[in-house]
């Protein structure tokens, strides 16, 4: 009976061993994880970002512009590569509908920058657009 009594002992801190051990490394896993998904460096921001060339808008001052977009993966960049037409006509539509005051003030341009982004967004499949940047911004 003692004896059956110590392996029941014996299986139960066991078994309290190997869940304390799996919730270590998974704590440590995810620990490792969050740390990955940190700021990018600039080679990884670099390695998965496509430019959009300069396009003048159609309002009679003729203000020029051009994107950087910022993707989530490799992957993310390989498919809005494939998408660039569909950005560009993204970015022409909505350039279309701003007014030169919607130019004007960091608030214009962060939110032609939002709305960039989730129309874009709306295209992809494979990826996501973590960031739209405004390149250049010439006045003429």
Known sequence: MKGNKAIKT?????????LAGTAALVAVMK????????????????ERSIDIPEMTTNLADGRKISFKIETDSDQGKEE?????????????????????ADFKGKEGLTALKERLKREINGLMQEGRVENVYITSFILQ
């Open 10 to 18: 014996m299986i139960i801190v066991l078994a309290v061993i190997a």
């Open 31 to 46: 620990m490792g994880h969050a740390e990955k998904q940190g700021a990018p460096s600039a080679d990884e921001l670099a």
């Open 80 to 100: 809005a590569e494939k998408r660039d037409f569909q950005m560009k006509d993204v970015i022409i539509e909505q350039l279309s509908q701003m007014k030169a």
